[in-house]
Structures are given as C-alpha cells and as structure tokens.
C-alpha cells in the first residue's frame, strides 16, 4: 500500500491569490493525479503530475490556472492560481503504482474555501 | 463516453439492516470495477474491486459482482454497522483513467 499526506488539511482564501497544496507519499508511485470534489459531485480529473516533465491536462483544465510540479517519485505539488469563490472545493491527491488497473490510493485532500 | 451512475443518497439505514448502493456503469471494451469508501476527514480507500464479468468482489462483509448484461456492479452488505456510516464511490478504470460516480452518503443509526 501507499500512504498520502496532504498539506494544507484545509485553507480559507481570499479572491485573488493563489495556494499551492503539498502531497507527499511515503514510497515511490508510478502515477501521482490530482483530482477536485465539489460537494454532491463526482471526482473529476484536473491532472495527471508526469516526473520530469509537464503535466498532462484534462479538458476544461489548463496550466496557467493550476500549475503542477513533480519533482521525484514521491512528491508533487498543485497551485491553485488567482482564485475566486468557484475553485472552493477539495483537492485529493492520488497515485498509482503502475498503469493498469491497480489500487489507486488517496490523499485525505486539501479542503479549500475562497471568500 | 466512459461513466458512472451511481444511486443517490443520502441513505439512512438502522444497524444490522440490510444494504444495497446501485452502480451501473458506461464504458466501451472491458473496464475495472472498483468500490472506494471515504470515512469523515479520510481520503479515499479501496473497498473492493472486480476486474472481469461475473468476479465477485469482497471485503468487510461487503460484496460487489460485476455484471456484464447489465452493466452493473451494486454493492451490498447484509448486516450494516454504526462503523460503515461514509460516503461510497463507485468506480471504474478502463485502461487509461478512473472514472467515479458522485458518491453516496451511508449513515448508519444505532
């Protein structure tokens, strides 16, 4: 198993700046992702964090609004930019040992409000 | 394209009652079938899976079959407890991504 920590817990924000949320795991992953649940809704994909490289996007997600690092196997960032009352939500970190169906584990996220 | 429909909550049942989540399920080729459970302020943990038509999958005295005709995979368990009350999300992998449905809220009364 893989065990995922996520700093902030939760954070709450003013319109206008930008927040960056930690995810930390405690053993090297194939796949690191970033998703967003918004209350009553479904788990949606904002990224896949590639290590070396830029990060691949899904539709209706761009780089400029919520850029990601990935340093190592074990580490990966996700910046909340220039945020409005929308982007309330919580952030879930989560990664994959490798690329089929295998267990994908989960952050406890990062839950964000943005007044 | 590849989706979840997954029964709304909130579900309220009382303990040792019996309980079903539906999950159905739209994806081309042959998906992964997978129940996460998210207990208050937790992430998300892997319940059980399923990963071909007719597997059964189990765990905790939960159990899921996957269900090729009927492109289902409903969850059940035949005695809840106080300590099952979370949020359930039915997923599944079709080889590139996971797709999760919205999630069902389980509270379970003494």
């Known amino acids: 198993s893989a065990v995922i920590s996520q700093k902030p817990s939760r954070d709450i924000c003013q319109r206008g700046t930008s927040l960056t949320i930690q995810c930390q795991v405690d053993?090297?992953?194939?796949?690191m992702f970033w998703y967003r649940q918004q209350p009553g809704q479904s788990l949606t994909l904002i990224a896949t964090?590639?290590?070396?490289?830029?990060?691949?996007?899904e539709s209706g997600f761009v780089i400029d609004k919520f850029p990601i690092s990935r340093p190592n196997l074990t580490f990966s960032t996700l910046t909340v930019s220039n945020m409005s009352p929308e982007d309330s939500s919580i952030y879930l970190c989560?990664?994959?040992?490798?690329?089929?169906?295998?267990?994908?584990?989960f952050g406890p996220g990062t839950r964000l409000t943005v007044t | 394209g590849d989706s979840v429909t997954q029964m709304e909550g909130p579900v309220t049942l009382s303990e040792e009652a019996f309980l079903t989540i539906n999950c159905t399920y739209t994806a081309t080729g042959y998906p992964s079938l997978f129940w996460y459970v998210q207990y208050p302020g937790e992430g998300l943990q892997l319940l059980l899976k399923a990963t071909k038509a007719d597997d059964k999958g189990s765990n905790k005295g939960f159990e899921a079959t996957y269900r090729k005709e009927t492109t289902s995979f409903h969850l059940e368990k035949g005695s809840v407890q106080v300590s099952d009350s979370a949020v359930y999300f039915c997923?599944?992998?079709?080889?590139?991504?996971?797709?999760f449905g919205t999630g069902t809220s389980l509270t379970v009364i003494p």
């Open positions: 989560s990664a994959k040992r490798g690329s089929g169906a295998y267990e994908q584990y």
């Open positions: 964090a590639n290590q070396g490289s830029e990060a691949t996007y």
């Open positions: 997923a599944l992998f079709t080889g590139n991504q996971f797709y």
């Open positions: 053993s090297q992953v194939t796949m």
